[in-house]
């Protein structure tokens, strides 16, 4: 028996699948995150859960800075330590932010972070977060930035020599007091930047901001219930020999699932600050004659150095003894790290309007640094839909990369192994490099 649906019941029936078909996602979705993660907290925590959960994120890859840090300092623990907390807290792919950009100014290092995440082919949406949770403020801002008018240009010039941070002669330049509020917190000034190299790179992904929870950005104190990365470092270097009562304290900001991890690190003494440098730094100094082309140097800024290395005892004493009201203490130490890290200009290419930026010259290659096994299938998605190598270990690298991408690499290797040998003469432990050490 042959059984005939009516014409309206068949509109129907046509109808209800076409809507469950619509209501199930084409594609998967990828949330991108730049980050430090220096150390990983429950801040850090909520972001990735935010991105999962209310985002419905299928996978989040995150573009982390590697040994150093923005601040010119080695990060608190290991890149491996860290990419592995952020893979046991919900990311599903960290790859290594190359140290020149890893190590740069704001815009610097928001370009850098842009171009690798939006290299790999998959991510839809940049999550970051911010003190200020209007994304058309912040756009507004750096569409404002990015006009440079002559006036502008002007004010910031003139703000610049009076003596001013850049941040703070940028905030007086753009001629609005609830702008010039905004941009006197440290996550809307990168939030800032990341919408300006979404701009400049002409990148498809979508811009989200997650309104920054907890402690600000500068703000030492453990009584919050999320604690700052800072304040966690500032806690640990108070307390470097910490009783069962102090790191219970520190515990209490990190995600559970890191709790035995973080406190193997601590135990054996595996985590660097600013002056473990000192010794390779001053090494570093009486070396050269000359740092006009390092990264983030300049002719006065060199003399400076060269007419008082003699007075170099650590980092932090040398950065406070060269600060002045028209050189800012994060540039110096940026500047001290990258002649640390021998970086030079010519090693990064400058966001500016006479050099137009490729994603891909930028990032030219995908640094693994560990991945979960729900990130897996991301491997192969990125070899199909990502523009450049993807790098798994050194080791297979030179056959994949152009001589400069290679250089590029060498510098990571290197920022590596300075890392690596500052955290064995703390310890006495032998640690691997780049070349037999395993990713997560």
């Given at each position: 028996?042959?059984?005939?649906?009516?014409?309206?019941r068949?509109?129907?029936?046509?109808?209800?699948?076409i809507?469950?078909?619509?209501?199930?996602?084409?594609?998967?979705?990828?949330?991108?995150i730049i980050?430090e993660?220096?150390?990983?907290?429950?801040?850090?925590?909520?972001?990735?859960?935010?991105?999962?959960?209310?985002?419905?994120?299928?996978?989040?890859?995150?573009a982390?800075?590697?040994?150093?840090?923005?601040r010119g300092?080695?990060a608190?623990?290991?890149?491996?330590?860290?990419?592995?907390?952020a893979?046991?807290?919900?990311?599903?792919l960290?790859?290594e932010l190359?140290?020149?950009?890893?190590?740069?100014?704001?815009?610097v290092f928001a370009t850098?972070?842009?171009?690798?995440?939006?290299n790999?082919?998959?991510?839809?949406?940049?999550?970051?977060g911010?003190e200020?949770?209007?994304?058309?403020?912040?756009?507004?801002?750096?569409d404002?930035?990015?006009?440079?008018s002559?006036?502008?240009?002007?004010?910031?010039?003139?703000?610049?020599?009076?003596?001013?941070s850049?941040?703070?002669?940028?905030a007086?330049?753009?001629?609005?007091p609830?702008?010039?509020?905004?941009?006197?917190?440290?996550?809307?000034?990168?939030?800032?930047?990341?919408?300006?190299?979404?701009?400049?790179?002409?990148?498809?992904?979508?811009?989200?901001?997650?309104?920054r929870?907890?402690?600000?950005?500068?703000?030492t104190s453990?009584d919050?219930?999320?604690?700052?990365?800072s304040?966690?470092?500032?806690f640990?270097?108070?307390?470097?020999?910490?009783?069962?009562?102090?790191?219970?304290?520190l515990?209490?900001?990190?995600?559970?699932a890191?709790?035995?991890?973080v406190?193997?690190l601590?135990?054996d003494?595996?985590?660097?600050?600013?002056?473990?440098?000192?010794?390779?730094?001053?090494?570093?100094?009486?070396?050269?004659?000359?740092?006009?082309?390092?990264?983030?140097s300049n002719?006065?800024?060199?003399?400076?150095?060269?007419?008082?290395?003699?007075?170099?005892?650590?980092?932090h004493?040398?950065?406070?003894?060269?600060?002045?009201?028209?050189l800012a203490?994060?540039?110096?130490?940026?500047v001290?790290?990258?002649?640390?890290?021998?970086?030079?200009?010519?090693?990064?290419?400058?966001?500016?309007?006479?050099?137009p930026?490729?994603?891909?010259?930028?990032?030219?290659?995908?640094?693994?640094?560990g991945?979960?096994?729900?990130?897996?299938?991301?491997?192969?998605q990125?070899?199909?839909?990502?523009?450049v190598?993807?790098?798994?270990?050194?080791?297979?690298?030179?056959?994949?990369?152009?001589?400069?991408?290679?250089?590029?690499?060498?510098k990571?290797?290197?920022?590596?192994?300075?890392?690596r040998?500052?955290?064995?003469n703390?310890?006495?432990?032998?640690?691997?490099?780049?070349?037999?050490?395993k990713?997560?």
């Amino acid at each position: 028996m042959i059984c005939r649906l009516s014409p309206d019941r068949l509109y129907a029936i046509v109808l209800i699948s076409i809507l469950h078909l619509s209501s199930r996602r084409p594609y998967m979705k990828v949330v991108g995150i730049i980050a430090e993660y220096n150390p990983f907290h429950k801040g850090h925590a909520y972001q990735i859960r935010y991105a999962k959960e209310r985002l419905g994120a299928d996978y989040v890859i995150v573009a982390m800075s590697g040994p150093f840090t923005q601040r010119g300092t080695p990060a608190l623990f290991d890149k491996y330590s860290r990419a592995g907390h952020a893979l046991a807290c919900g990311a599903d792919l960290v790859l290594e932010l190359p140290v020149v950009y890893a190590t740069a100014s704001a815009q610097v290092f928001a370009t850098g972070g842009v171009a690798l995440l939006q290299n790999a082919g998959l991510v839809d949406t940049l999550l970051f977060g911010s003190e200020c949770p209007d994304l058309a403020a912040l756009k507004n801002i750096a569409d404002r930035i990015s006009e440079e008018s002559p006036a502008y240009q002007a004010l910031l010039r003139q703000a610049l020599q009076e003596g001013s941070s850049y941040a703070a002669a940028r905030a007086k330049a753009i001629e609005n007091p609830a702008y010039a509020e905004i941009l006197a917190q440290p996550n809307n000034i990168l939030a800032i930047e990341y919408l300006g190299a979404l701009s400049r790179l002409d990148s498809s992904m979508t811009p989200l901001c997650l309104q920054r929870q907890g402690a600000g950005y500068h703000e030492t104190s453990l009584d919050e219930d999320m604690a700052s990365a800072s304040g966690l470092r500032h806690f640990l270097a108070d307390h470097p020999q910490m009783s069962d009562q102090e790191l219970a304290l520190l515990l209490d900001q990190i995600p559970e699932a890191l709790h035995a991890s973080v406190k193997e690190l601590i135990h054996d003494g595996q985590f660097l600050f600013a002056d473990d440098t000192s010794l390779l730094l001053h090494y570093a100094l009486t070396e050269t004659q000359d740092f006009t082309e390092i990264a983030d140097s300049n002719f006065d800024i060199s003399n400076k150095i060269l007419q008082n290395r003699h007075l170099f005892a650590s980092f932090h004493s040398f950065c406070q003894l060269l600060k002045s009201k028209d050189l800012a203490y994060s540039r110096i130490s940026r500047v001290l790290c990258h002649i640390l890290l021998d970086i030079k200009k010519q090693d990064m290419l400058l966001p500016n309007d006479t050099c137009p930026l490729d994603a891909k010259e930028l990032a030219p290659y995908l640094r693994i640094l560990g991945f979960s096994d729900n990130g897996r299938p991301l491997l192969k998605q990125i070899k199909k839909n990502g523009t450049v190598p993807l790098i798994t270990s050194p080791q297979n690298a030179k056959g994949l990369l152009s001589p400069e991408a290679m250089h590029l690499l060498d510098k990571d290797i290197f920022a590596s192994d300075v890392y690596r040998m500052m955290l064995s003469n703390k310890t006495g432990q032998f640690f691997p490099n780049e070349y037999t050490r395993k990713f997560s």
